[in-house]
C-alpha cells in the first residue's frame, strides 16, 4: 500500500503530481495563484504560503489519513502580506488504530495587508478511541479591516446516520465507508480519489 | 409460530428504564397501530424492533418469525425483512438516493444468494416507486434527505420502504408534520403495500393517520406497558376520552 505524502498542484490546466517534501513554500502571485492538494499519511509536514503581492490567492486543501503507530505534525502557515490577499485551506482528516495527529494552522495578517481574506476549516473523524487528533488553528491579525474565518471540529462517525445506514440491510463495514467517502469526497480531486477510496477500504 | 413476538420487554436508555414489559404479537398480514401520549415508549419500541443500540434491552423477549432478533445487528435485522421509517429521517450529505439504494437492495439479495440488479432494472424499479409517490427525478438525483422538508422527508421514508419491499413495516410517527394531501400520498403509498404476507406496526399520537390506514387492533401504551388492545373502534373511543382512562 502506499503511503508517501503526496502533492497534487495545479499548474495552468494541468495537475501535476509529486512526492510532498518536508517542507514547502510556496509564493503565488495574482497571475500564478496556488492551487494545491495535499495528502498526508505520516511524518511531518511543514506548509509556507507568502502571499506578497496584492490581490495574490491561494487554495490549500489537505487530507490526512492517520493509521497504525504512525504520527503526523502537520504545519499550515500562511501569511498575508499584501492587501487584498486571499487564502482558503480546507483540512479534513481520518485517524485510526493509535495514529496521532497535531496539526497548527496559522494565519498571519501584516498590518499592510488590508482587505485580506483569511480562511481556515479543519474537520476530522476519529474510527478508534485509541486515535488522536489535536487541532491548534490560530490567527494573528494585524490590520483592521479583513475578514478572516476559521472552524475546526473532531469527532467520531455519527451514530444516527450510521444507524440509518445499516437499517436499511447496508453492512456496518459499507456504511463506514460510504459516510467516509461523503465526508471527504467534495474536496478530494480525481487524480487523488483511488489511492483515497483504497485507504478506506482498507481501514473501514 | 407468530410473525412477530414481543414479551416481557424491558427497555433501558442509560439508567432510565423506559419499556417495563411491553408485550405484544403481530401475525403475517396485520396491520397493529400503537398509540399513546407522549413519553410513553412508543418510538422506544419501533427502535427496538430496528436495533437501535442506544437503546439496552434488559429483559424479555423478541421473536422475529421465530427467530431471536436480540441477537441479531440492526443490517442483518433489516436483511430478514424488517423496515422502520424514521420519525426524524438523518440528514446523509454526499450520499446520493439512488447509491445508497442501489447499495440497500444489493447487499439484501446478496444476503439470499440472489444477482444483484443490473443498471436497467434498478432505473425501472426506482422510477416506478418514485412515480407512484409523486416524487420527480430532480427530487432523486439529490443526497438523502439533504435539505429536504418534514413532508419530503416522510415521503421518502415511505418511497424507501415501497423500493425495498420490506415484509414487516414499522412507522414512526409517520402522521406527524404532514399537511393533509402529503398524508394521503404517503398514506396511499403504505395502503398498496398491504398485502397477506406483510405486517404493520405504526405508531401515532393521534387518530388522524387511522381514518387513511385502518388497523386490524390498536393498542394503548401507557408509561412503557401495553395496557389495552381492541380493534379499529378503540380509535374513536380514544379521541373522545383520551388517554386518561387507561391510566
Not at chain 2, 423500493?163 to 393533509?180: K, S
Not at chain 2, 380509535?235 to 388517554?243: N, R, V, W
Request: include cysteine.
Amino acid at each position: 500500500m502506499h503511503t508517501d505524502n503526496i502533492l497534487l498542484i495545479k499548474k495552468g490546466d494541468v495537475i501535476e503530481q509529486r512526492p510532498l517534501s518536508l517542507s514547502e513554500s510556496f509564493c503565488p502571485s495574482v497571475i500564478t495563484p496556488l492551487e494545491c492538494f495535499l495528502i498526508v499519511f505520516k511524518g511531518d509536514v511543514n506548509v509556507r504560503v507568502d502571499l506578497k503581492e496584492e490581490g495574490a490567492f491561494c487554495s490549500i486543501k489537505t487530507l490526512y489519513l492517520a493509521s497504525k503507530t504512525n504520527k503526523i505534525n502537520l504545519n499550515i502557515q500562511v501569511n498575508h502580506l499584501a492587501s487584498q490577499t486571499k487564502s482558503s485551506q480546507i483540512i479534513k482528516g481520518i485517524a485510526t488504530d493509535k495514529s496521532k495527529v497535531f496539526f497548527n494552522g496559522n494565519i498571519y495578517i501584516d498590518n499592510k495587508a488590508q482587505k485580506s481574506d483569511g480562511f481556515q476549516n479543519h474537520r476530522s473523524v476519529l474510527l478508534s478511541d485509541d486515535a488522536l487528533v489535536q487541532a491548534v488553528p490560530a490567527l494573528e491579525i494585524y490590520a483592521d479591516d479583513v475578514k478572516c474565518a476559521h472552524g475546526s471540529a473532531t469527532g467520531p462517525l455519527d451514530k444516527n446516520a450510521l444507524f440509518y445506514l445499516l437499517s436499511r440491510g447496508i453492512t456496518e463495514k459499507m456504511a463506514k465507508k460510504m459516510l467516509l467517502e461523503s465526508f471527504i469526497f467534495d474536496m478530494v480531486p480525481n487524480e487523488g480519489l483511488a489511492i483515497t477510496q483504497q485507504w478506506i477500504e482498507n481501514h473501514v | 409460530m407468530a410473525f412477530l413476538e414481543i414479551k416481557d420487554l424491558h427497555v433501558s436508555v442509560g439508567n432510565k428504564e423506559i419499556l417495563k414489559g411491553c408485550s405484544l404479537k403481530i401475525e403475517e398480514g396485520e396491520v397493529h397501530a400503537v398509540m399513546g401520549p407522549n413519553g410513553s415508549g412508543k418510538s422506544t419500541l419501533a427502535n427496538v424492533i430496528a436495533g437501535n443500540p442506544v437503546y439496552q434491552v434488559t429483559k424479555g423477549s423478541l421473536l422475529f418469525r421465530g427467530e431471536n432478533i436480540l441477537e441479531m445487528t440492526p443490517d442483518e435485522r433489516a436483511r430478514a425483512g424488517i423496515f422502520m421509517a424514521f420519525q426524524s429521517p438523518v440528514e446523509l450529505p454526499g450520499v446520493g438516493i439512488a447509491q445508497f439504494l442501489k447499495t440497500a437492495l444489493n447487499e439484501k439479495l446478496k444476503s439470499q444468494n440472489k444477482n444483484p440488479l443490473d443498471a436497467v432494472q434498478f432505473i425501472k424499479r426506482l422510477k416506478t416507486r418514485a412515480t407512484a409517490l409523486n416524487i420527480s427525478d430532480e427530487m432523486l438525483k439529490r443526497s438523502v434527505n439533504e435539505g429536504f422538508s418534514g413532508g419530503e422527508k416522510k415521503k421518502m421514508e415511505t418511497f424507501q420502504m415501497a423500493f425495498l419491499e420490506p415484509d414487516f413495516c414499522i412507522l414512526d410517527e409517520m402522521d406527524a408534520g404532514l399537511d393533509i394531501d402529503a398524508l394521503k400520498t404517503v398514506s396511499q403509498g403504505i395502503n398498496v403495500m398491504r398485502e397477506k404476507t406483510r405486517s404493520f406496526l405504526l405508531i401515532t399520537h393521534f387518530q388522524r393517520l387511522l381514518n387513511y390506514i385502518e388497523p386490524d387492533y390498536i393498542h394503548i401504551m401507557i408509561d412503557g406497558k401495553i395496557v389495552h388492545s381492541g380493534d379499529k373502534s378503540l380509535a374513536k373511543i380514544l379521541e373522545e376520552k383520551g388517554y386518561d382512562a387507561y391510566r
